[in-house]
Every structure is written in structure tokens, then in C-alpha cells.
């Protein structure tokens, strides 16, 4: 965990020193490689992750390794020190007093602890330590899991809170949520309270892991792990500590019996059924009979392994219908809440939500001040869409409390003041202002924001929408700003975004000085409305997908010479479509998880959108930028990035891609990225921002193409690629090499538009492209034919 929070660091551009033990019974002149061995094994697991820890292979450059004995003193030279050594309330401590002797006054220091009191690691330090002192939870992995809990000691200063929340959310796009020093805090509280509930719920109705997992993942708005498999990733001796550690710290706890570990699990711990570290938990991977990887599932009657069985519930299916979580889980709890009784499905989400959102009730204000941070810390910390007291508005307050008593509960001070208040609810939402109740004083208080951080929900609650169709909106960012906000389903792009981005274009000319393209959803764009191409293609309206895509050429090329400046925003996955709207944005203002690449020969396609022209310019720009390389060599990733639809895996590889230039910008924190990119633009503005003149491109012609396709014959012949992959990869070579021209020579922009035009339109004619689309919608996933 300590290298992968130092890899984390490092993304944020952060110099930092990783220390870990020396290995045992090393004498003192053993080389520094072998008396680090140990903490470069650690640095190296977090190099070879995956899901990767770094953002490139390069990043790793900013993490100096050394160890306890040799380099203790390094403690000196900085300003945070976070420990995250085993979670051993002995071995914090005299680690921390020898930290405590070398540390300068006024650095900060934290503990990574999941759940030790921080009250009690810093016991005995010194009076500047203790004010400089608190408790960091990061989640792991780190550069993904978005909660940051901040503990505060009892002598920390304010402004020592102050900037951890600031270098937290700010620098390493942390949430941060304020908790109390009580056991396992917040998230892992109640997060283990609902395992091991699920658990004991799967015992009481006799359910399949399979079927746990269907209704505790997408079902309720959890993420597809759902219950067993989160068990597997985490490791069951890692949940096993975390559930003794609640048990011997909560003898006041009302529900501390909950927190037995459950003899299934003890029994797992016996045979080394760890979970995904030791190749079996809850599940199973096995190689099967043709060497193709399968899963299997233990079954819990029989402590044995079998073949998956999907489970099969009516009122699982029927709610796949209902995109709102919330709606959704109103369907499946409704029935028991009534008294129809229900299948089993909707019997254990009744008993595993109610019970957890009951004990969350009652932990407010033990172990947070507000409801706010428990939801925060569970949507941040575990991933769910909605956290407990957002189920207790879903499902509604009142009808919850009334199923609950009626099962023999008592209702916690919490749940009784919130119902003897007017609108008997956790939240309230009214002009883009969100309240919620506040048990302190029996009233509605607003939820706070940080400064620097704007919500597009918010701002259309509050004002109207300048425009809006049903796939975007133009929305007022103030001060100027416009901003054109995808809404459609996973963003694809078709004739209402491109109309609402050419009606945000002109509005520049006389109404703004700039425009942001952004959204706040979980992805930029998916890239084209693929389904609508389908069906025009499987009727031969060839006529109308040249329109379509000369529609499209037309308002990215809009959008590079629009009289103002215009900032893209992307965020998550930016592919095909998507990535060509970024790629002619006057600057790119990326979140740093941001999934960017053209990604269209994945379904028998070319980039048509400009998507080839704008990489074929940075070719050029890379040539000419004093790195000694030519054109040629400038092209060939460029060529094989696009022929193999290479995806960036964060916004800094985006960069090394070409997918963003040096002067694109980067936030960590995505919440943070619209008020970005809008002070982006207006920066541009101050700046005297004029339009690019026309770009002449510089093609290399037959010099190119010729390489090209010998290296496609070596992929085809030796099977690395199919005969199809080479059709498509040809015609991809014919146009960055500027078509049909013998010899290198500047053309215009339009000339490859054309080019890109006229290859996308013939593919799409091709069967196997047909079948290649048809396939991806059905599955999500690429088909090689």
C-alpha cells in the first residue's frame, strides 16, 4: 500500500522517498540494491499493477526508494510524511518515535491505518508532532479509489486539517471526508457490516454466491464485484483483521455480534482460500478442457468448487428496465415493504438494505458529524451510487421506519427527529441547492462544497438552460462562459450534439467569449450513435452516412477555427467520436483518469471525423519539435496507434500518444474539471486569443504507404492480424500517406477529410464491418472476423 500511495504521489507530480525495513540479518556494508531489496520490491509491484498504480512507466522517476536504517534522516527534508507499515499498534509507534527524532518542526505526519486508533499511535509524541498529526485512509488502489477519510488527533491544528483536505482533494483528486477516530471510521464500518449481513442473509435464505452478487452489484447501484467477489480483491485476511478489529474496539456497539467472523469464512481461512491473492476465494479461476480461462464458484453447503450458474430472479430482470437507481430499488423493496411478500430477491435486499441502513442510522454522530460524510464515504470509499441515507430517501423515510419497527427494531434518535420534521427526509433540493437534515440542530443545513467546483446539475437547477435537445444542453458558466453539455446515452454522438455544438459556435460569435465542452457524466463520449450506422448501412442509404459524416467533419472544423476559444473537457472514456471533438479543441483540459484514443478499426472502421488529420499535424509538429526525427518516424506510431485502436489508460499517456499536446491541462480532481477548463478558457481570453490560421498538412505519399503495407503483410502473414484488419489498416495507410500522391507535399486540410470520408463510407459497406458492429453493441466487446 505504501508504494502504491507513493505511485499516486508521483501521478501528482509529487517527489517523494519510499522507506521500508532492511531485510533481516544483513550486515551494514551490504550494497544499497540488497539492503533495499524489500522496499524495491514493493516499488516494483506498484510499477507492474494492474489496474496500473502510475500514470506512465515514466512517472516512477519522481519515487526515490531507501530503508529505515540508512535513510531514516531523509524525514528531515520533507513536508508530509505518511507511514503505512503493518497494522500493529507496536511497530507504528517506534517507527513514529524514531520519525518523531528527525523530523523537522511543522512537518506533517499521517497514518495510512485502516482502522487503529490515531488517539493511540501518537501517543507519547512530541507536542509539534501531535499538533501535526492525524490519520489518512486512503483506499486502495489509491489513484482509483476516490475516499480520502481525514482523522483528526485531538491537538491537530486547524491549518494542518486545512491542507491535508486542500493537497488531498486539490493535488491528488482525493473526496474528503471528515471522520471521527472510532473504529475503522466510516466506510469500512459500514461496509463491513453489510458483508457480513449479506452473509448471514445468503445462510438464512439459502442462496447461491451467484446469486448474492446479482442482487448486491448494478441491481442497488454497487459496483459489478457486488458482495463476494469485492471479498476476493480485498482478500479474505485482509476483511478477517478488519472484522476481529471491530469486534474488540466496539464492546458498546449494539450490534457488535454482527462482527463474529462467520465460520464460512474461518473455514475459507483454513484451506488458504484467500481470495484472488492465493487463485481462490468465493471464486475460482481455472484453465478448462480447450486452455481457455473459466470461473468457477464455491459452493458454501458444500465447501467445493462448481461451474458458475447464473442467477435468476424476475424482479433482478424487471428492474434492468429502470435506468434511476433510485426508482429502481423502490421496485425491488416495494413488494416486501407492502406485504406481497416477493421472491427471494426482493426478501434479502429488504433485510441486507433496511438492516444496513438502520445501523448507519445509529452510528450518526459516533462516528461522523453528518449524514453527508457517511453517504460520501460509502458512494467514494465503496462505489455505490447512493449511500444509506439516500436509500432511506429512495425508499422513503417514513415507509422504511415503519417496516423496520413493525420487524421489531427501535428506531434510532437520528431516524425519530427526522421524521418529526416537515419534510421528513435526509435531503432536500430546491434552485440547485441541496440541504440535508442535521441532527445537532433538528433542521435543514447545506450541503458544502469546496470553493472551485462546479455542478452542471446545480447550475440548470438554479438558471434556466440557454438551449437544450434531447442529446445536449447549452448552459451559462457565467462570466462569459458557455458551456455545451452531452447528455445522450453513454454520450454517443449524433445529429442533436453536433446540432447543439454548432449552435454554441455561433453564440460565440455575439454572446460569449468562450465555450467549454464538458459533462459531468461517467464517460465524455462512446463515440457514434453505432446502432444508427448499423441500420442506415444495413439499408444502403449511402447518401445519408456521407451527409452524417460530412456533418460532423464540418462542426469539429468549426470548432478548431471558431472565432473564441473553445476548451474540451474530457473525462473518463473519450473513444472515437469523442476523441476527434477533443483533438480540435483549441486546448484539451482532461481529468487525469481520462481514456482517450480512436478507437474505430475495433469495428471495421477509419476515424472519418478529422481524427486522422489532427494526428497526422501532431506528426508534424512532433517532427519539428528538435526530437531528430522525421516525418516517417514521427508517423509510425501514430499509424499503429490508430490501426490497433490503442487507448490511453490515463491523460499524461494521452500526452505520450499525441491524444494531448504539452500545452493541454490536466485535473486531478474531477469534480474540480468543468471550473477548470471554464477558468481555462477565460485565461485564454486575458491571453488575446485569435483563431489558428488554416493548417497545410504534410504528407509523405508513396514513401509512406509502402512501408506501411509491408508492415501490415508481416501482421496478416504471421496471424497477428486478420485479412479483414488488414483491408481496414490499408485504407488507414492510404490516407495518412495523403492518398494517391507519389511524392511528400503539403495539402490542404479538406483533402484528407475527403480521404477519411470516402474510406469510412466503403467500410461500412463491407459485411464483415456490419457484423463487427452488430457484434459490439450486442456484447460491448470488439469481434475479429
Known sequence: MGARIAAHLANAGIPCYLLDIVPPELSADEKPAVRNRIVLAGLDGAKKARPAALFTPETARLITPGNFEDNLAWCGEVDWIIEAVAENLEIKRKLLERVDGVRKPGTIVTSNTSGLPIRLIAEGRSEDFQQHWA?????????????????????????????????????????VVIAKDTPNFIANRIGTFSMLNAIQQMHALEMTIEEVDA????????????????????????LVHVIRNIYDSIPGDESREMFRVPPLVEEMMKRGWLGEKAGSGFYKRVKGAGGESEILTLDWQKMEYRPQQKAKFGSIEAGKAIEDTRQRLRLLVGSVLEGAGGDKADKFLWSTLGEMCLYAARRVPEIANTVVDVD????????????????????????MAKALERNGKQMPPLITKALASPKKSFYESEKGTTRYFDLASSALAPVSEPPGILILKSLKDRTPVVQENSGASLIDLGDGVLCCEFHAKMNAIGGDITAMLQSGIARLETEFEAMVIGNQAPNFSAGANLMLLLMTAQEGEWDDIHLAVRQFQRVNMAIKYAPRPIVSAPQGMALGGGCEINLHAARIHSTAEAYIGLVEVGVGLIPAGGGS???????????????????????????ENIATAKVS????????????????????????????????????????????PPAGIRVLGEEFLALAKLAIYGMVRGEFATEFDGLVARKLAYILAGGGITAAQTVPEQYILDLEREAFVSLCGERKTQERIAHTLKTGKPLRN
Open 215 to 238: 442482487c448486491t452489484g448494478p441491481a442497488v447501484g454497487w459496483p459489478r464485484s457486488a458482495t463476494f467477489r469485492t471479498a476476493d480483491i480485498v482478500g479474505l485476511d485482509v
Open 135 to 175: 490519520g489518512t485512509h486512503f483506499f486502495n488502489p489509491p489513484r482509483y479509489m476516490k475516499l480520502a477519510e481525514l482523522i483528526p488527533g485531538a491537538r491537530t491544528l486547524p491549518a494542518v486539517l486545512e491542507a491535508l483536505k486542500e493537497i488531498c482533494d486539490v493535488r491528488l483528486g482525493k473526496g
Open 376 to 399: 460520501r464515504a460509502m458512494r467514494w470509499g465503496f462505489g455505490w451510487e447512493i449511500g444509506p441515507f439516500e436509500i432511506w430517501d429512495a425508499i422513503g423515510v417514513e415507509c
Open 649 to 692: 489508460t490515463s491523460a499524461e499517456e494521452a500526452r505520450t500518444l499525441r491524444y494531448l499536446r504539452p500545452s493541454d491541462l490536466i485535473s486531478m480532481n474531477r469534480d474540480r474539471q468543468i471550473a477548470d477548463a471554464k477558468q481555462t478558457a477565460l485565461a485564454m481570453v486575458r491571453a488575446g486569443y485569435h483563431r489558428p
Open 613 to 639: 488529420k489532427e494526428m497526422l499535424i501532431r506528426a508534424s509538429e512532433h517532427a519539428a519539435s528538435g526530437d531528430n526525427l522525421d516525418l516517417t518516424h514521427a508517423l509510425r506510431p501514430i499509424f
